[in-house]
């Protein structure tokens, strides 16, 4: 095929066809480096199908405004195993109970928050949500004497311990000089009031115990805030109204 040139011919090159195998592989744009390894991790969504076999884990709850105990199961669907990017999620939750007085909306509650854990992305605001319920006919005090504004905000506080378990959710541990001075706060307080009021305060351990005549803290939701030296102190979590 001719070509004219109307131009002044001032230079010229021979190109190879190796030389344009490398021009046009070149102008092909570079892979992502990392491309290949995002597209095999598997992220919780509802198209994500259910396996024959989750792991589950049961929590028994004890309430005064149900006659029998409620048992709620949540299973979990492990995604990625074997790999780096393995992770354990919430797919489903069931509660169980000899009662039927709230059958109903039990049944409706799962339900929706299975779909919420099935959708995937941050599922940890449903513990606030829950936990923010309060019954119009008043709370109660749950042994230990954590309090308890209504039995979705207990099942709710279940679903906080549950995601805690897997790594959802973190719970900021006390430092060493807090649990020195909560220590230190009980041990005053069983000094100065054991002799004369002969109530029992455990000050280390597990299954603590705080005295029968303690309010409740509106910072931890325990009934563990004594008057020590003319000051409301909590001898759980260590708040001070006096700071």
């Not at 909306?105 to 309060?134: C, N, P, Q, Y």
């Amino acid at each position: 095929m001719a070509v004219k040139i109307e131009k002044k011919i001032k230079g010229y090159s021979v190109i190879s066809a190796e030389d344009r195998a490398r021009e046009a592989q070149a102008a092909q744009p570079a892979p992502a480096p990392s491309e290949g390894k995002v597209a095999d991790v598997i992220q919780m969504h509802e198209r994500v199908e259910r396996p024959d076999v989750l792991i589950g884990s049961t929590y028994k709850i004890k309430t005064p405004l149900v006659e029998h105990a409620m048992y709620v199961t949540i299973n979990d669907i492990v995604l990625n195993p074997g790999t780096e990017h393995e992770q354990r999620r919430p797919f489903e939750v069931f509660i169980n109970s000899k009662s039927m007085d709230h059958f109903q909306w039990i049944v409706a509650l799962t339900r929706i928050m299975s779909a919420v854990f099935r959708k995937g992305g941050d599922v940890t605001f449903l513990v606030d949500e829950m936990k923010a319920v309060f019954d119009p006919r008043g709370g109660y005090f749950k042994a230990g004497g954590v309090y308890m504004p209504s039995l979705v905000a207990e099942i709710g506080a279940v679903v906080e311990d549950h995601l805690k378990s897997i790594g959802l959710i973190v719970d900021p541990e006390l430092s060493e000089h807090q649990r020195a001075l909560i220590a230190e706060k009980r041990a005053a307080y069983e000094r100065a009031m054991q002799p004369a009021a002969n109530e029992s305060v455990a000050i280390t351990g597990d299954g603590t115990t705080f005295p029968p005549s303690a309010t409740m803290c509106h910072k931890c939701s325990t009934k563990a805030l004594v008057l020590m030296d003319g000051c409301a102190t909590c001898l759980n979590c260590g708040y001070s109204k006096c700071g």
